[in-house]
């Protein structure tokens, strides 16, 4: 039964006397695995206990009962939480009215949350020479991380940049080749946090008429010489010894 007397109070927090005889879990972990997912995992020093209690808070002093798990369970993963925040966790045994001591503290930020694509659709096909690639935009984010490959698994990079401000990358001209699949993705960055990133799309490219293309020079545009007179005159004495 929990009473003042079987407390203990350590710099100004409460921790409970182990009277059970159960002994506390140690080498607890938290460790991220999106934005919205930190998974748990501790070891089961006892052999009497019934439940894990696992407690959580977002300030390391004031805990909150957040669940339990089975006898002999050393995981747990705590799912729904919001992105890119710290969260403390610790774990006791407990039978009854009788619980352990504390496990150490571990703590976790989850991860910014994953990029949207939005455009151009993933398999399009006929893209020009310098596609703009679009995808939803989040507040708080400092930065966007795009990479650009020929290939699926991103061992080929054209594009590699992790500074980008916009939701939005214009591909310059000349990077990507005509009639030719390419891969994306791209994900959220800050200093000291990074996302996912984003489901790989595609896009194919079309036909890539430069500058210098016969396509692009029209009669209208450039009409043929005159020959006058003069210039035929001119040209067969320019011809004579």
């Given at each position: 039964m929990f009473s003042i007397s079987n407390c203990l109070l350590?710099?100004?927090?409460?921790?409970?006397?182990?009277?059970?005889?159960?002994?506390?879990?140690?080498?607890?972990?938290?460790?991220?695995?999106?934005?919205?997912?930190?998974?748990?995992?501790?070891?089961?020093?006892?052999?009497?206990?019934?439940?894990?209690?696992?407690?959580?808070?977002?300030?390391?002093?004031?805990?909150?009962?957040?669940?339990?798990?089975?006898?002999?369970?050393?995981?747990?993963?705590?799912?729904?939480?919001?992105?890119?925040?710290?969260?403390?966790?610790?774990?006791?045994?407990?039978?009854?009215?009788?619980?352990?001591?504390?496990?150490?503290?571990?703590?976790?930020?989850?991860?910014?949350?994953?990029?949207?694509?939005?455009?151009?659709?993933?398999?399009?096909?006929?893209?020009?020479?310098?596609?703009?690639?679009?995808?939803?935009?989040?507040?708080?984010?400092q930065f966007y991380h795009l990479q650009v490959s020929r290939d699926a698994g991103f061992s080929s990079l054209i594009i590699n940049d992790s500074n980008l401000t916009q939701a939005s990358y214009i591909i310059p001209l000349g990077f990507l080749n005509e009639y030719t699949t390419y891969y994306w993705h791209v994900r959220c960055r800050n200093t000291n946090n990074a996302g996912l990133y984003s489901s790989a799309w595609n896009f194919t490219t079309g036909q890539m008429q430069g500058p210098n293309t016969c396509e692009d020079f029209s009669a209208d545009q450039y009409p043929p010489p005159t020959m006058t007179e003069d210039f035929i005159t001119q040209s067969y004495w320019s011809r004579q010894p």
């Open positions: 350590i710099s100004g927090t409460v921790f409970a006397k182990d009277i059970s005889g159960l002994a506390a879990p140690t080498d607890l972990t938290a460790v991220p695995v999106s934005s919205s997912q930190i998974n748990l995992s501790w070891t089961d020093n006892s052999s009497g206990e019934s439940v894990f209690r696992i407690e959580f808070s977002l300030t390391g002093v004031l805990w909150t009962l957040k669940d339990s798990v089975g006898a002999n369970v050393t995981s747990y993963n705590n799912t729904q939480l919001n992105g890119n925040t710290v969260y403390f966790y610790r774990v006791c045994a407990a039978e009854g009215g009788a619980t352990s001591g504390y496990s150490n503290i571990a703590s976790a930020q989850t991860l910014l949350i994953t990029p949207v694509h939005i455009s151009p659709s993933d398999g399009s096909t006929n893209q020009p020479g310098n596609p703009n690639l679009r995808w939803a935009n989040f507040g708080g984010i």
